[in-house]
C-alpha cells in the first residue's frame, strides 16, 4: 500500500509496469490499458496483491488542461488500443538506458520527447466515471485526507472508532472509505502501520540505549507478547532480533 500527495507542479501519472490488472488507484482498477492520472495537489492511495512488481510515475510539464486531464482530482485513463503498453515498453527501455547514466544528457533530452509524445498518444481516451443518481455520497478522498492527518498528528496509533469520532463520520463510513482505498478495514490499516513505525524505531542507530520495552511503550504498545508475535508474523523476526541485528 501506498498514500501520498502530488506536491509536482504538474500532473503525475502512476504507470504499473508488471501485473497491470493486480493494481488499485483511489479504489480503481488498473490493467493492461490504462494507467492513472494525478493533478498537482490531488492525492492517491495505491494497493495491490502480494506480488513482487515494478511501477513508474511520469511528471508532465505543464497544467492539467494542456494533458486533456481533470485538475478536479486523480482518475484512471484509458488509453487508445495499444498506445498504454507502448508507454509502458518505452519507459522501461529508457530507465534501462539511462538511469545508470548521470542526468541532464542530451539523451535525457531525447528520451523525454519521446516519453511525452508515448503520454499525448494515451490521453485521448481518459475514461470518464459515470454520474452517481440519488443521494450525494460523501467524498472518499476527503475521508481518507482527514484520517491521514489524525494519524500523523498522534504520537500514539489511534483504535479505529477514535479515528472515526475524530474524522467526524460513522465508523461504518471509515469502514467503507478504507476497504476502498486500502482495501483493508481501519484497524487492519492502523495495526500495520504500527507495526511499521515501530520497526523504523526499532533500526535507528542513536536509539541504542534504549530497550526493546522503552521503544514500545513510547508508541503507546503495553502488550509486549501479542505485539512481538504479530511482528515476526509480519517481518519473519521477533522485535529484539531486530534491535540486535541492527546494533551488531
Not at 493494481?23 to 480503481?28: A, L, P, R, T, Y
Not at 482498477?29 to 493533478?39: C, Y
Not at 504520537?155 to 471509515?174: D, E, F, Q, Y
Not at 508475535?229 to 540486535?244: D, I, K
Amino acid at each position: 500500500m501506498c498514500y501520498g500527495g502530488n506536491t509536482h507542479a504538474g500532473t503525475m501519472l502512476f504507470l504499473p509496469l508488471t501485473h497491470a490488472h493486480e493494481h488499485f488507484v483511489n479504489g480503481e482498477p488498473l490493467d493492461d490499458e490504462s494507467l492513472f492520472a494525478i493533478p498537482r495537489g490531488a492525492d492517491f492511495c495505491i494497493r495491490l496483491h502480494k506480488r513482487a512488481h515494478s511501477w513508474c510515475s511520469i511528471a508532465l510539464p505543464g497544467d492539467a488542461d494542456q494533458w486533456a486531464v481533470s485538475a478536479s482530482g486523480s482518475g484512471r485513463i484509458a488509453g487508445n488500443a495499444g498506445a498504454v503498453p507502448r508507454l509502458r515498453r518505452l519507459a522501461t527501455d529508457v530507465a534501462a538506458a539511462l538511469l545508470p547514466q548521470a542526468p541532464g544528457t542530451p539523451a535525457h533530452e531525447a528520451a523525454a520527447r519521446d516519453l511525452l509524445a508515448a503520454v499525448a498518444d494515451c490521453l485521448p481516451a481518459r475514461a470518464e466515471l459515470p454520474p452517481v443518481l440519488g443521494r450525494r455520497r460523501l467524498d472518499r478522498g476527503d475521508i481518507i485526507r482527514r484520517a491521514m492527518a489524525v494519524i500523523d498528528s498522534t504520537p500514539v496509533m489511534p483504535s479505529a472508532a477514535i479515528l472515526a469520532a475524530n474524522v467526524g463520520v460513522t465508523s461504518r463510513t471509515l469502514l467503507r472509505a478504507f476497504h476502498e482505498a486500502f482495501g483493508r478495514s481501519p484497524k487492519q490499516y492502523l495495526m500495520l502501520r504500527e507495526l511499521h513505525v515501530v520497526r523504523r524505531s526499532l533500526m535507528q542507530r542513536e536509539s541504542s540505549d534504549a530497550t526493546v520495552a522503552d521503544i514500545l511503550v513510547r508508541h503507546g504498545i503495553w502488550e509486549f507478547g501479542r505485539f512481538a508475535a504479530r511482528y515476526c508474523r509480519q517481518f519473519g523476526e521477533l522485535p529484539s532480533h531486530t534491535v540486535r541485528r541492527v546494533r551488531g
